[in-house]
Every structure is written in C-alpha cells, then in structure tokens.
C-alpha cells in the first residue's frame, strides 16, 4: 500500500485563488517525451470546490499535482464532462500540460529564422506568443543546450507542433517545460541533446530466475511502422510541391520494398525536408518493438527515472528471452481509490 500523500490543487492563473479536491479519485498522470502529458480524477458533481470554477474554464484554471509535498506534474485544465444520472452524477476534469496550449491555440507566423540553433529557434517561438497581449502562459527560459543550426520560415504553424517536429529531425534535440518527476519547478523551458541518464543500478525483469519487478507487460511489433524507402512531402502544391525520397538500397534487396510516405507541409528549405526524411528511414527501417511494463515496488522506483532515461528490461516467458537497454517514451502514474500507487511505462530499444 502506497504511503504517499497527493495534493490535485486547482489554481486560477490570473487571481492565484486556489482550491483543493481532497475528493478526487480515479486519479491518473502521464509524462510523455517531447509531448504533452495528460492528467484526469473524478469528483462527485456536488463537490462544493466545483463552484470555483464557475461559469467556465476560459483557459485560466490549472491542475497542480503534489506527491509528499514536491510538486511532479502542472498543465491547463482542458476539458470538464458532467454526467448526471437520477439524482446524481459525476464530473471528470482532465488537464494537459502546457504544451498542448501551444500545440492547439498558439501560432506563429511571418517569421523567418537562418542559421539559429534550433533550441533558441524553439524558445523564441515560445516568447513570440507570451508576448502577445494575454499571451503570457508563464513559461520562462531554461538551460538551452546548443544542439543544431536550422533555417525556418513560419506562416501559420501551431508552435507545439513547430517544437515537436524540431525534435523529430536528424539531430534533434530532447525538451521538457517543467515541473517532471525530477524537476518541480514549474514552467521552465529546457533543452537537451539527448534528455535522461543511463540507469545503471536499476533493471526491470520479468520471469523466472530475475527481479520479477514487472507486474506485466505487453509487446507489440506491426509491420505498419516499418520502411526502407521514404517519401516525404514539404510545402507546395503540385510541380511546385517539395519532395524527399530516402531508401535503403541494401534492405529493399534482401527484403521486401516496403515504402512509406510523411508530410512535413510547413518544411520549404530542400535540405531540411531531406533531413526529415533521412530521420524517418533511420527510424522506420529497423523494427522497434512497443513494450508496455507495469512495475511493482512504486513507491520505492517513483522518481528515480524519468522519460528519456535508459534502463535494463529483463523479459523471460516461453519464446521471449529479451534482454536488452530501452529508453523510457512515456510514464503512467494511477492513484486507486485506496491509494495504492501503480505506474506503466513505455519503453522501446534505443535506436
């Protein structure tokens, strides 16, 4: 049974009026790399602490997520549902981290960037909207690693996903908006070369003679994400339209041509869209399995990885024998109505 205390604090942004719901149950978290992570709980529609959200949400309210007192998890509430049946009923509160804003409801455009690192690239897209009037999302700049000079022309691009494709590029970097399992300060914009450390001294297995750590665990491999020829699709419009194709002449003869074809409709410049397909034929041509792990022992392994970092998976049963380092791509945290804590993770062999 868990030991820890939660806090699911409610904060208006504007007045720093808080509340907090000691009720919530059915409480879930996620952190994802370079992605904005999801939180949700459950309240019984007669909570009295639901009428400081009257009349509406307006982008204002925050979640914020303390676990024995530190501060894990922050992000915009984002969708509220009332489901009312008889004489009562529920309301399910699920917030996203403040990337999401950017993705969904910040956009950049008519702005040109040549030859500027491509974390400062990404920072300055983040100052070009809080600057607006009623633009400030409370995001301040971090620890910026030099990573790579980029050339960028933006004119109408949802500035999350700007970010998000700066990751997915042939040296790309790794970034988080703080707080995370390990940084709890809340907002700060951060970027790294490669995000996470190797873990060493901890290792999660599965089967006889091992930790028996995972709980369970599911694989997934599917031929839809694999490719040895690419053809990426940049901006324009017919004859006018940029176009990449990368192949592995090597695989396509030893295997079956297996062709893919991705959109980067904001990408002009030839050499980046040449590196977003470089990227995708790396990535896309050797099978990366999709491990699912539920571990025990939470309370004791909680905040001691992150996503990004490195870890051993130990999986023996029947035909599997795996033994091998993968990188963490996402966490799930699930609070139980008893309080028992239980965390997934997705993890995947590094490529």
């Known amino acids: 049974m868990s030991t820890s205390i939660y806090n699911f604090i409610l904060r208006n942004t504007q007045t720093d009026e808080s509340v907090e719901f000691e009720a919530a149950r059915s409480r879930k978290l996620s952190w994802v790399l370079n992605r904005a992570g999801t939180c949700s709980f459950v309240l019984d529609i007669s909570d009295d602490k639901l009428k400081a959200m009257a009349p509406n949400t307006r982008g204002i309210w925050e979640i914020l997520v303390y676990r024995d007192g530190r501060m894990i998890w922050a992000g915009r509430v984002w969708d509220v549902s009332d489901d009312v049946s008889g004489d009562g009923g529920t309301v399910t509160i699920t917030a996203k981290e403040i990337l999401h804003v950017l993705s969904e409801k910040r956009f950049i455009n008519g702005v040109t960037y040549t030859g500027v690192d491509a974390g400062q690239i990404a920072w300055n897209m983040i100052n070009f909207t809080q600057i607006k009037a009623g633009g400030d999302l409370g995001i301040t700049q971090g620890n910026i690693v030099p990573t790579q000079a980029r050339d960028r022309t933006f004119e109408e691009e949802p500035i999350g996903e700007e970010i998000i494709a700066l990751t997915e590029v042939i040296r790309g970097f790794d970034f988080v908006i703080s707080p995370t399992l390990q940084l709890d300060s809340q907002g700060v914009f951060n970027v790294f070369q490669k995000k996470g450390v190797i873990q060493e001294n901890l290792s999660l297995e599965y089967g006889e003679d091992t930790l028996n750590n995972i709980t369970s665990f599911s694989r997934k491999r599917s031929l839809t994400t694999v490719a040895n020829y690419i053809k990426a699709f940049g901006e324009g419009m017919g004859s006018a339209m940029g176009i990449s194709i990368q192949q592995d002449n090597t695989l396509i ?15 002009k410049r030839q050499t980046t869209l040449d590196d977003h397909a470089k990227e995708e034929l790396r990535v896309s041509k050797v099978e990366r399995p999709i491990y699912d792990l539920t571990i025990s022992n939470v ?40 309080g028992q804590e239980n965390i997934s993770l997705t993890v995947s062999p590094i490529t």
């Open 299 to 338: 309370s004791d392994l909680l905040g001691r990885f992150d996503t990004g970092d490195s870890i051993s998976v130990v999986v023996k049963l029947g035909y599997l024998n795996v033994s091998e380092i993968m990188r963490i791509y996402a966490i799930e945290l699930s609070i139980d109505d008893s």
């Open 253 to 267: 003869a030893s295997t079956l041509l297996l062709e893919d074809n991705v959109s980067f409709k904001s990408v």
